[in-house]
């Protein structure tokens, strides 16, 4: 069975179509009408690392549409602290659900959760590699706000070397034709493969250490949240700790319709301020997990979601 793992394994037309399907349950996802399109299908929630959004949208996503949720929950009181393997969970889970989510500290888990699974396995984040269903909400986010995907100037900016969004956003970014900046600290640059595989892919990309001068022309700025358990060492932590803040008052010059993102959780990277400007819009994009959740729930389990081009 074929889940999503990165975002490799959707096409931009596939992509477009999820969009599409997501934008068709708002409705439900709202509970305005309740649309039982997933009754009798079982999610299974594996989350190994902390969660908030992603394992409660998936949890709404499936009740929403009828359908019923399984969780490994707290991982000290499953069998994983008896030293059962990731392979082994898995391959039982797999038993039991229709359909897993899956979120793990270990970078390439994901891709081996589906080797053990016949269902279709989700990435809800592997380490500091991938969380493709995140980029399809911020994708869903943006085409919401600007009407279109390509040709836009989008700023990631913050952790981008142990950032799993960006990692799945930028390429995905690229692949619809954005330009993409790329505004790290020197320690935190997104990975030197990632960039060579952007730019090998035709994408114009630009590496910087400077937010500030690159928020005049953006149509998007995505913050992140300096990756504090994905740092082998502690002090290099203390280095970069707060490198980055945006403040009501950095964004007199933005064009009016640029927006803020921001997967959260946040720590100190955007201001509370920026809350009730124009630009904000990360928490709108923490509710449209719940219908981009819902629409490749959908989509693996292979429901169509009503009102689509036959
Ligand atoms: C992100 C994650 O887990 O990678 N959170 C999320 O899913 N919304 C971002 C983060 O933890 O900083």
């Avoid at 990277?269 to 629409?295: C, L, W």
């Amino acid at each position: 069975m074929v889940g999503l793992i990165t975002m490799e394994d959707l096409s931009n037309e596939d992509v477009i179509e999820v969009l599409d399907a997501a934008e068709r349950l708002l409705p439900v996802a709202r509970g305005e009408s309740y649309l039982p399109l997933l009754q009798g299908r079982i999610l299974g929630n594996l989350f190994f690392e902390p969660s908030t959004r992603t394992r409660m949208s998936f949890e709404t996503a499936m009740k929403r549409l009828g359908g019923d949720v399984v969780n490994l929950g707290d991982v000290s009181t499953s069998s994983v602290v008896k030293g059962e393997t990731l392979f082994d969970t898995v391959q039982m889970v797999d038993g039991y659900t229709d359909i897993i989510a899956l979120r793990h500290p270990r970078q390439g888990a994901a891709r081996y959760a589906q080797d053990a699974a016949r269902v279709p396995v989700l990435n809800g984040g592997d380490g500091a590699g991938h969380h493709p269903t995140q980029t399809m909400l911020d994708l869903f986010t943006i085409r919401q706000a600007h009407g279109r995907l390509e040709g836009l100037d989008v700023v990631l900016a913050g952790d981008l070397r142990y950032g799993r969004t960006v990692h799945s956003l930028s390429h995905a970014l690229v692949r619809f034709g954005c330009r993409v900046v790329l505004a790290s600290p020197e320690l935190l640059r997104m990975p030197s493969e990632i960039v060579e595989d952007l730019r090998a892919s035709g994408g114009d990309v630009t590496e910087t250490t400077d937010l500030h001068a690159s928020l005049a022309t953006a149509d998007v700025v995505y913050m992140t949240r300096i990756q504090k358990e994905r740092f082998a060492d502690e002090d290099e932590y203390t280095k970069v700790a707060g490198a980055y803040k945006l403040h009501a008052r950095d964004l007199a010059d933005v064009r009016s319709d640029m927006i803020v993102m921001h997967p959260l959780p946040r720590v100190d990277e955007i201001h509370p301020s920026v809350d009730s400007t124009r630009h904000a819009k990360y928490f709108e994009q923490a509710f449209n997990g719940v219908v981009t959740r819902m629409a490749l729930l959908c989509r693996l389990l292979g429901v169509d979601v009503p009102g689509g081009e036959a």
